[in-house]
């Protein structure tokens, strides 16, 4: 069974630094990007930085300059390294992944999702 595991989210006050990292176990062919995403309390999930298979990076403009996305492709893990962090940022931090597996297909994962609070 393919699936992200996240960890690495918590409290932390306004100026601190977390850093998220998300594995994704099980029988796994291939891996395209891999990405962060956000959700706050009554607002939509938002992309935060994606990362391909190539190198290739994206930031949503609130985080870059702060927020470095990064993977390590032989252990099949994404980092995302949150630094400055806002109240503004507090939010919970889903994983996703696009994945070819045994089904012979390509298809997005999410994590289960890991909670950053950020104190002002």
């Known amino acids: 069974q393919v699936q992200l595991v996240e960890s690495g989210g918590g409290l932390v006050q306004a100026g601190g630094s977390l850093s998220l990292p998300c594995a994704a176990s099980g029988i796994i062919f291939r891996i395209n990007a891999m990405g962060w995403y956000r959700q706050a309390p009554g607002k939509q999930r938002e992309l935060v930085a994606r990362i391909t298979s190539g190198g290739s990076t994206n930031y949503a403009d609130s985080v870059k300059g702060r927020f470095t996305i990064s993977r390590d492709s032989a252990q099949n893990t994404v980092y995302l390294q949150m630094n400055s962090l806002k109240p503004e940022d507090t939010a919970v931090y889903y994983c996703?992944?696009?994945?070819?597996?045994?089904?012979?297909?390509?298809?997005?994962?999410w994590g289960q999702g890991t909670q950053v609070t950020v104190s002002s």
């Open positions: 996703n992944a696009y994945l070819y597996t045994s089904t012979h297909d390509w298809s997005a994962y």
